[in-house]
């Protein structure tokens, strides 16, 4: 099946600190979305990538879509107290509409 | 107003019963799911479903059933609780079944912690 793996697992920073997280699968895709779970909330829609090498940013945030269709990065400048959470990348498989999720990446901003 | 909106938003419950999980999307969107996650935080598709297809995931017991009774509303129905139920279920919509311009696209209520005791 399908395989794709996300890390780090967790990330303890400092407010103010930049955060950087991945994906990588094991197979070619032309759609990756990061999702981003408030504690107590459902997942929210972040970005969307859809074309290889894309760059997109959404305020403080930022994502790639690997030109080789197997990776994606996120990116967060300068976080804040309200970054904490759990992001997730996701996958969108064309051939039966179905989306692989990764097993996210907790962000913990130390005191 | 809430886009997707569940209830309830804590449900326990003794092993044995049978309880059901509501929700509702006032986006006017054509597909409903269900998802479940565990303890660690994993994601898992239980059902999606518009009016033309219910797509189940092969590994969801048949004590799990999604109900219908129009396109703004996917209700769980869950016999017979297991201790391993015990999970935040969340319903989502989107607007058709995630093909072209909209794909990946969720929208999720704000879930459903189930504990089995």
């Known amino acids: 099946g399908q395989q794709l793996n996300q890390s780090p697992q967790s990330m303890f920073i400092q407010e103010g600190e930049d955060v950087s997280m991945n994906c990588t699968s094991s197979?070619?895709?032309?759609?990756w979305l990061w999702y981003k779970q408030d504690p107590g909330e459902g997942p929210v829609l972040l970005i969307a990538?859809?074309?290889a090498g894309e760059l997109t940013s959404n305020g403080r945030l930022t994502a790639q879509f690997g030109i080789t269709r197997k990776d994606s990065f996120l990116n967060i400048s300068a976080s804040i107290p309200s970054d904490v959470g759990i992001y997730f990348c996701v996958l969108f498989m064309d051939s039966n509409y179905q989306l692989i999720w990764g097993a996210g990446t907790k962000l913990i901003i130390k005191p | 107003d809430t886009a997707v909106s569940q209830t309830p938003k804590y449900l326990v419950t003794q092993m044995g019963n049978d309880k059901s999980i509501k929700c509702e999307q006032n986006?006017?969107?054509?597909?409903m799911y269900w998802y479940k996650q565990d303890s660690k935080k994993f994601l898992k598709i239980m059902f999606s479903y518009n009016n033309k297809e219910l797509i189940i995931n092969e590994t969801v017991p048949n004590r799990f059933s999604p109900k219908s009774p129009d396109k703004a509303h996917l209700n769980l129905h869950i016999n017979s609780l297991e201790l391993g139920d015990s999970a935040v279920y969340f319903c989502?919509?989107?607007?058709?079944?995630?093909?072209?311009?909209?794909?990946?696209?969720?929208?999720f209520g704000s879930g459903t912690q189930l504990s089995v005791l």
């Open positions: 986006l006017g969107h054509d597909t």
């Open positions: 989502a919509s989107s607007q058709e079944a995630l093909r072209e311009v909209n794909r990946g696209k969720l929208f």
């Open positions: 197979s070619i895709f032309n759609t």
């Open positions: 990538l859809y074309k």
